[in-house]
């Protein structure tokens, strides 16, 4: 199976970037194709045909993620994720695993800031168990008290490993927007707090279950080796009858303005070395400017060409982890909605000072925001972009496009805009690189929060 998944994989690849006929899309640009509509209970499908392998990947997206869920249940739209792995009215738990595994497919889910999605890669000719299989666990999930404990106790000792006891185990992912941001919905521990996941009812699941995954407030994306007409006529026998309800309410997850520089710090006694990390708020997504900040992401702190590597790795030596990026660590440039963060973030020599490192990112910062880029660098910017998006797009088991496709369905109605993403980077500017720099770059824009490691001195970071 992933033989026959990676060969779909380098055969989109292929289909996107062979030379075009005259009617096409140019060879530098993507040309998925996308039909797109919705079913009289909200639910919008998407699908798009690929025939190379035999090959097809169903993923459904629910609107639902990290910092839209309830105030006073941290964490619950994880804990929901793990439940909708625990059997449905007609297929009990280990049956969707089961049928996927037996197929010789893959599946997994997971929840980001603004979604929780879903998705089985499998042969061809498992189409219609699938979306049988999806439709029955949207529509009728098991939700009872011997599953929700059981899930309790997973998402539990989950914390436990991947936070509480992992060195690092919360930076800067889940630290630094709780630090930078004020609005609830962006600054709450989404991993979860323990005592609240504990506190989770029956009825508090089932009532989420009615909130958020219902058909109108979901995006179905099939890709790959299917019929379409067949493959509408299954949707709509699967998914059709469940019902849809009222428009699902989004809580206001707007950020005000960050006026002044925000700086904290924690103790982390498992921590072998310091951690320096930064955040700065960036431009709407979709906008001109969100492109620009794209592409000084590139230029920035991607890749071994970039300015804070060359800086930070190369001259100072002050580190060899640099990491950094938009939507860093829960996803990617493209795939949230709402208030987000470019981020930079690293470990260090504990000889090495908060002072110096400042010293050392200004310096690099303060150079994009007071002089244009050169055209040489801003074409290699674009360059990297379309490599990172094409590289997205052929991802085994079609996730990097089942995801493109699923999210600009999903918060923009349009999941077409997929084949449009490399003109809004081709429009940017070194004039509007500088704007952008200059506007979102600031001092008083910037968020740091440090790693002190559990055997430095008492008093924290200097």
Same mark, same amino acid.
């Given at each position: 199976? %992933?033989?026959? &998944?990676? !060969?779909? !994989? =380098? ?27 919705? =079913? ?19 993923? #459904? ?13 941290? @964490? ?6 793990? =439940? ?46 699938? =979306?049988?299989?999806?439709?029955? /666990?949207?529509? /009728? ?55 609240? &996941? ?56 707007? *950020? ?35 492109? !620009? ?6 230029? +920035? #702190? ?7 590597? /060359? ?5 100072? %030596? &002050? ?10 660590? +829960? ?6 909605? @709402?208030?987000? +963060? ?80 490399? *003109? ?25 929060? +440090?790693?002190?490691? @559990? ?6 970071? %200097?």
């Amino acid at each position: 199976m %992933k033989r026959l &998944i990676s !060969a779909t !994989a =380098l055969a989109v690849v292929m289909a996107f970037t062979a030379a075009p006929p005259a009617h096409a899309a140019p060879a530098d640009r993507l040309d998925v194709p996308v039909t797109y509509y919705t =079913l009289p209970n909200g639910l919008k499908v998407v699908l798009s045909r690929n025939t190379t392998s035999p090959i097809v990947t169903v993923s #459904v997206y629910y609107g639902i993620g990290f910092r839209v869920e309830p105030r006073d249940r941290t @964490g619950f739209a994880h804990l929901f994720e793990h =439940l909708m792995f625990q059997g449905s009215a007609h297929a009990p738990k280990g049956t969707l695993i089961g049928t996927v595994t037996n197929a010789g497919g893959d599946l997994n889910g997971s929840t980001r800031f603004d979604f929780t999605n879903y998705y089985e890669a499998v042969p061809s000719n498992a189409l219609e168990r699938m =979306l049988w299989l999806d439709a029955d /666990r949207m529509a /009728r999930p098991v939700i009872d008290d011997t599953v929700l404990k059981n899930q309790q106790g997973v998402v539990g000792n989950e914390v436990k490993v991947n936070v509480l006891n992992r060195p690092y185990g919360s930076w800067p992912w889940i630290d630094l927007p709780m630090a930078a941001n004020t609005n609830w919905y962006n600054s709450h521990n989404f991993y979860g707090d323990l005592k609240e &996941i504990e506190a989770a009812t029956v009825p508090d699941a089932r009532a989420f279950s009615t909130a958020f995954y219902r058909p109108n407030n979901a995006v179905l994306v099939i890709a790959g080796d299917f019929d379409e007409a067949s493959a509408k006529a299954m949707v709509a026998k699967y998914f059709g009858p469940i019902a849809g309800g009222a428009p699902v309410v989004q809580p206001d997850i707007s *950020e005000p303005p960050q006026t002044a520089a925000r700086r904290q710090s924690r103790v982390d006694p498992l921590a072998p070395k310091p951690g320096y990390s930064i955040g700065y708020h960036v431009p709407p997504r979709g906008t001109p400017e969100w492109f !620009a900040m794209g592409l000084l992401d590139q230029i +920035l #702190v991607q890749g071994e060409d970039s300015r804070l590597y /060359r800086t930070l790795t190369q001259q100072t %030596k &002050i580190t060899g982890d640099l990491a950094g990026g938009i939507n860093d660590g +829960l996803g990617n440039l493209f795939n949230y909605r @709402g208030p987000m +963060l470019w981020d930079v973030w690293f470990t260090h020599d504990a000889d090495r000072s908060d002072a110096e490192i400042t010293a050392a990112i200004d310096k690099v910062i303060d150079e994009a925001r007071s002089h244009p880029v050169s055209a040489a660098e801003l074409a290699r910017a674009k360059v990297k972009m379309r490599s990172s998006l094409y590289g997205y797009v052929s991802q085994s088991e079609n996730t990097g496009l089942v995801d493109l496709l699923a999210v600009y369905a999903l918060f923009d109605n349009d999941p077409g805009a997929v084949n449009r993403l490399g *003109e809004g980077f081709d429009k940017v500017t070194p004039e509007l690189m500088l704007k952008v720099a200059q506007d979102y770059l600031r001092p008083e824009q910037r968020t740091t929060f +440090l790693i002190v490691p @559990g055997a430095a001195p008492a008093g924290g970071a %200097k």
